[in-house]
């Protein structure tokens, strides 16, 4: 039987309720220091190779998760980057990026590395787009729109052409300019233009109005379309809320008005992208606000915001994109830089150790007490605390726990007091280094017998503080002390 151990060094302080109800989120940060040329970020994506591509004011940036390439405007170079400010970013189907920037738009080739500008495909049919392009957005079926407040475009790749947008010529309401686009999971893009909104289907080469189609999708002029996950499909709207629609029973809740348990959002929020984490917490990126967090499954429902403090909270609450990597990583682009936040165990939910650890055991001046250890083994977290020793305590109950010390048989205050490892050998036995020597866990009277470096000395002679013990491939236990380095 194999058995996995989780050894950390956990630091408890005392907390008010809300860290007790909410999680920490801990982001990383990669800035200027990092090798960013500005911390004025506005878009990232990830490409099909893992890599992350950063849009910033000062240029196009590729990180590898070690290192940063900047890629920049050259005058002197024919296929460099058009201009360095950064507004969109998106990948086609061949892997290529095309970039929306302050002096037009390109496209990145994969295999060469080299940019196309708007020169480069001169010899596309139609007309070329002549207004101001803020937002860019492939399809994987060899289509790229263009579109800004003024106008919007689309480059047929396999037909080497430039469109306008075809749509129904029953359309009452003749789309304008585009505010914002997304593409969802089942590959339709989503159109929020400035007087109505509009779904376009790549495989039949078909926009429609979201409330004429088989799924029956509610029209909403003045709605942001910010994510459709499973049958819900979010919106929002600025200057007043969240709306979540049903797609299914084809009903529309408010967020935090007449949905439980979610706080109702101010009245001067503005939606700008949401994202679902792996576990299906969302992620709404509030215009100069921060994140508002929903998990639902725990109702945990919080702002979060950049504390000032805190050199692992937000690096600022002026946001522009949000992103879900291939890993379950969350990135976000902000005017301090990127903020990433790691969907592995550094993310802990942080609880004060007076909601679990009697009253009893605690000291009161709360400065001496500490959790110097600590072990999982099944359905129990072993705990080793000072001064109060051993607590075992049930993962599903913490109120359920047991205080294991040595017999009163022997003399040893500190080996019940004070512990620095616990070790659970190949064998499934439990061993603690102690302040006195060390002790195996006895199951049988839910106990610890003591051993020492000196066997025979229990007389209240010195005994040697073990400080570690770890077992080796052919089953011999180390033990670490102040003495030396030990076998058993």
Same mark, same amino acid.
């Given at each position: 039987m194999k058995f996995f151990f989780l050894f950390i060094f956990v630091f408890f302080f005392a907390a008010s309720d809300m860290f007790a109800q909410q999680p920490y989120f801990r982001f990383d940060r990669i800035t200027t220091h990092d090798g960013l040329p500005s911390d004025n970020t506005s878009k990232i994506i990830q490409d099909k190779q893992g890599l992350i591509w950063i849009g910033t004011s000062e240029g196009l940036?590729? +990180?590898?998760?070690?290192? =940063?390439?900047?890629?920049? +405007?050259?005058?002197? !170079?024919?296929?460099?980057?058009?201009?360095?400010?950064? /507004?969109?970013?998106?990948?086609?189907?061949?892997?290529? #990026?095309?970039?929306?920037?302050?002096?037009?738009?390109?496209?990145?080739?994969?295999?060469?590395? *080299?940019?196309?500008?708007?020169?480069?495909?001169?010899?596309?049919?139609?007309?070329? $787009?002549?207004?101001? #392009? @803020?937002?860019? !957005?492939?399809? /994987?079926?060899?289509? =790229?729109?263009?579109?800004?407040?003024?106008?919007?475009?689309?480059?047929?790749?396999?037909?080497?052409?430039?469109? @306008? %947008?075809?749509?129904?010529?029953?359309?009452?309401?003749?789309?304008?300019? #585009?505010?914002? =686009? +997304?593409?969802?999971?089942?590959?339709?893009?989503?159109?929020?233009? !400035?007087?109505?909104?509009?779904? /376009?289907?790549?495989?039949?080469?078909?926009?429609?109005?979201?409330?004429?189609?088989? +799924?029956?999708? $509610?029209? %909403?002029?003045?709605?942001?379309?910010?994510?459709?996950?499973?049958? *819900?499909?979010?919106?929002?709207?600025?200057? *007043?809320?969240?709306?979540?629609?049903?797609? !299914?029973?084809?009903?529309?809740?408010?967020?935090?008005?007449?949905?439980?348990?979610?706080?109702?959002?101010?009245?001067?929020?503005?939606?700008?992208?949401?994202?679902?984490?792996?576990?299906?917490?969302?992620?709404?990126?509030?215009?100069?606000?921060?994140i508002y967090y929903m998990d639902f499954k725990h109702k945990n429902f919080q702002v979060i915001t950049n504390q000032p403090d805190d050199v692992n909270s937000l690096p600022s609450e002026f946001l522009n994109d949000i992103m879900l990597d291939r890993n379950g990583n969350i990135w976000i682009a902000t005017t301090k830089g990127v903020a990433r936040w790691n969907n592995h165990p550094e993310n802990f939910q942080l609880l004060p150790y007076s909601s679990y650890i009697p009253a009893s055991y605690i000291p009161v001046s709360k400065n001496k007490f500490a959790i110097d250890c600590v072990m999982e083994k099944d359905s129990d977290i072993w705990l080793g605390a000072s001064p109060a020793g051993l607590i075992v305590m049930n993962k599903s109950n913490p109120a359920s726990y047991r205080h294991v010390q040595v017999s009163s048989n022997y003399r040893v205050s500190g080996m019940n007091r004070l512990i620095n490892n616990i070790l659970q050998d190949h064998y499934g036995n439990i061993w603690l280094s102690t302040q006195e020597g060390y002790a195996k866990y006895d199951s049988q009277h839910d106990g610890l017998t003591p051993y020492f470096l000196n066997r025979n000395d229990i007389s209240g002679n010195r005994y040697y503080q073990v400080n570690m013990m770890i077992q080796d491939n052919d089953g011999m236990i180390w033990v670490a002390s102040k003495k030396g380095i030990g076998k058993t």
């Open positions: 940036c590729r +990180y590898d998760g070690y290192h =940063v390439t900047t890629f920049k +405007y050259n005058p002197a !170079q024919l296929h460099s980057l058009i201009n360095n400010f950064i /507004y969109d970013l998106s990948e086609d189907e061949d892997g290529n #990026i095309w970039i929306a920037t302050a002096g037009g738009w390109c496209e990145l080739l994969f295999n060469t590395q *080299t940019f196309l500008n708007a020169a480069d495909f001169k010899n596309f049919h139609g007309k070329a $787009p002549d207004f101001f #392009i @803020q937002y860019i !957005q492939a399809d /994987y079926y060899h289509h =790229v729109f263009l579109g800004g407040y003024s106008g919007t475009s689309m480059i047929n790749l396999k037909d080497s052409a430039f469109e @306008q %947008l075809q749509f129904s010529p029953k359309d009452t309401f003749p789309p304008s300019g #585009i505010s914002s =686009v +997304y593409r969802d999971k089942d590959g339709l893009v989503w159109f929020t233009f !400035q007087n109505c909104n509009r779904v /376009y289907d790549p495989k039949r080469n078909e926009f429609y109005s979201p409330a004429n189609n088989p +799924y029956s999708y $509610p029209l %909403l002029k003045s709605m942001t379309t910010l994510l459709k996950k499973d049958n *819900t499909l979010w919106m929002g709207s600025w200057g *007043t809320s969240l709306y979540a629609y049903n797609l !299914q029973l084809k009903k529309m809740r408010t967020v935090g008005k007449d949905t439980a348990g979610l706080k109702e959002l101010s009245a001067d929020i503005e939606p700008k992208k949401m994202i679902a984490d792996l576990q299906g917490n969302l992620w709404l990126l509030l215009e100069g606000k921060g």
